[in-house]
């Protein structure tokens, strides 16, 4: 029986990741077609081959971003205590299933009541909520609920989300904040009316010139709550990764 259950870890590398590589791997010159059908990572995808692509061209770069964050963040603190996770424009739940990876990995053990995906791709979001639903095999999540909105950012309502002030609540922004489709001082609002007591906020971003939107978001929660513990890093990461121009996996930046 161990022998099984040890077999069926889902972990996001091995068995999110990889496969998804692997179906795409047939991809031979038109990687920059490719690219621009996703629309570099920010289209709202309605297939599920975009889906697989997405996942294996961005996957191993949006996991490697998230755990450093991760990292950064001390959630030490979760330990034994009830958490809430929402993960706003989540397309397939990487970020989700890449936190659950990271407390499985770190030994950390939050009792996670909920999770909230937030998507307005249907067909992401099925996926997602089928990679999170794979992931509450461990005991940390498995008596979390899991709910899907399949909303755009901005036609939102409180309530559309459903939030307990006494629940630690991590909000997952991966990818997302840059994305200009949206406005941020309504989500602004949306947050601040929606959970009350403790917050942690993580956003991983694009860098350069795409990074002003994440300032203005944090700038709107400095004029308006009390922060802590802020951690900010520009520092580039150095992982492995599957680089279709090479078709392998490559140390890269
Ligand atoms: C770069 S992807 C990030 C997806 C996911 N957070 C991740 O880390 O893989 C951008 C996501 O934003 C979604 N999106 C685009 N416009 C949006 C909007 N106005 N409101 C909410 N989500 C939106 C897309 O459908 C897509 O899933």
Known sequence: MNRLSLEANVRFINNIYKPCIE??????GDIQNVLETLDHGKAVLDTGVKCD???AFYGGHHFHKL??????????Y?????????DWGCGQALATCVLIDYFVENNLNPNIVSITLIEPSQIALKRGYNFVCQMRQYKLCAGSTVQMVNKYM???SPNDLVSDIKNIKVHLFSNIIDVETFSLDKLHGLVLNSF??????????????RSHRLSKFHNLFSQSCQI????????PIYKEIFYFKTRRYNHIK
């Open 23 to 28: 179906n795409c791997k047939v991809i031979g």
């Open 196 to 209: 009350q007591g403790l917050n942690r906020f993580i956003c991983t971003s694009p860098g350069g010139d």
């Open 154 to 156: 901005d036609d939102l």
């Open 53 to 55: 692509q997405y996942i």
């Open 228 to 235: 802590s513990n802020l951690v900010i890093s520009e520092e």
């Open 78 to 86: 979760t330990n034994g205590k009830n958490l809430e996770i929402i």
């Open 67 to 76: 755990f450093t964050a991760f990292t950064s963040t001390n959630f030490q």
